[in-house]
């Protein structure tokens, strides 16, 4: 039946035979080969990556010619440019700046102690003003 099955399929035996669970043949250069398909792969890739590259450098110089010619800007200067307005204070907005420390809080405080005490010495009579005073 071998024989006959080999007759009639031919050059397809050896494909016949490795779907049966036959022995493959090994071919001597099938690792050089294989070496050279891995290179023409590789150097496909690059070549694509390549174009792709040129051709998104196209579109971006398209781009810039149509933010040229209508004065648009890149989204990313519009947030620079929203970011830094914000962190300037405007002329005329309704709200004031927002102060760290309010006023009349933290070091001003012993400034109103000594005001506080001279005011006090003011009130003593003169030898007792004399006695602090030292």
Not at 91 to 120: H, N, W, Y
């Amino acid at each position: 039946m071998e024989f006959v099955m080999k007759q009639a399929l031919g050059g397809a035996t050896k494909d016949m035979g490795k779907m049966l669970g036959g022995e493959e043949e090994k071919d001597p250069d099938a690792q050089k080969k294989e070496e050279e398909r891995q290179e023409a792969l590789r150097q496909q890739e690059e070549e694509r990556k390549a174009k792709h590259a040129r051709m998104e450098a196209e579109r971006e110089k398209v781009r810039q010619q149509i933010r040229d010619k209508y004065g648009l800007k890149k989204k990313e200067e519009k947030e620079a440019e929203e970011k830094a307005a914000l962190e300037q204070p405007c002329e005329g907005s309704l709200t004031r700046p927002k102060k760290a420390i309010p006023a009349g809080c933290g070091d001003e405080a012993e400034g109103e102690e000594e005001s506080i005490l001279d005011t006090v010495l003011k009130y003593l009579p003169g030898p007792l003003q004399d006695m602090f005073k030292k």
